[in-house]
């Protein structure tokens, strides 16, 4: 069973501050896709990563997948409250072709004013 | 367009009820899945359809059962409600293929008594 270990699992901060999330496993994905999601709504995608050692940057969000295809990380610049929300890292296994992901546990982020 | 969109918003059951939930897609996707979420556990596929008539086994799909008459739906059953299956049940959609973004619907809140 392939597995996605998110850290950490919660991380409460004070605005302008920076933080990384990470997305580890021993297995390998074909893409790594990022989601955010806010209370009481389903999850929005984000980023897709597709190639191993990609960076993608979306304003103050950094996204890389790894050399090795097999972790993510999330990394924001100057954190702002409207940041604040759940991040999902989900993996599309390599072998799989019917468009199933494997999501990590979740960071819940807390930006303080 | 409505995205995706899931009926009931919210549903209080009591151990052994029965209960039917809706998901409709408007943006004619082939594939569909039923995800729950608990605290701490991300996003656990329940069942899955990669096309209308068509369905598969996730990976918690024990107590729960799935139909796909019409490529706009995916229904979700639950034949005899129990406490654990208390949770807040994602509905989402995409074209298919490996890494394409699924688009979620915004949840139906579960308790079962």
């Known amino acids: 069973t392939q597995l996605l270990e998110q850290s950490p699992q919660f991380l409460s901060i004070q605005e302008g501050e920076n933080l990384t999330v990470y997305c580890n496993s021993s297995?390998?994905?074909?893409?790594l896709q990022w989601y955010r999601q806010e209370p009481g709504e389903g999850p929005v995608l984000l980023v897709t990563v597709v190639t191993g050692g990609e960076v993608k940057k979306l304003k103050r969000l950094t996204f890389q997948f790894g050399d090795a295809r097999k972790d993510s990380s999330l990394h924001i610049t100057a954190a702002q409250p409207g940041d604040t929300g759940l991040y999902l890292c989900?993996?599309?296994?390599?072998?799989?072709?019917?468009?199933?992901?494997?999501f990590g546990q979740g960071t819940t982020l807390q930006v303080k004013p | 367009n409505a995205g995706v969109t899931q009926t009931p918003k919210f549903r209080v059951l009591k151990t052994g009820q029965s209960m039917t939930l809706l998901c409709a897609q408007d943006m004619n996707h082939e594939y569909m899945y039923w995800y729950r979420q608990d605290p701490g556990m991300g996003l656990r596929l329940i069942h899955y359809s990669v096309g209308e008539g068509t369905t598969a086994k996730g990976e918690v799909p024990d107590g729960y059962n799935v139909s796909r008459l019409k490529k706009q739906n995916f229904l979700l059953g639950l034949e005899s409600a129990a406490p654990s299956q208390t949770s807040v049940y994602f509905c989402?959609?995409?074209?298919?293929?490996?890494?394409?973004?699924?688009?979620f619907g915004p949840g139906t809140r579960l308790l079962v008594l």
């Open positions: 297995s390998v994905f074909s893409s």
């Open positions: 989900a993996g599309a296994p390599g072998s799989s072709n019917t468009g199933k992901l494997i």
């Open positions: 989402a959609s995409s074209y298919g293929q490996r890494g394409e973004t699924q688009y």
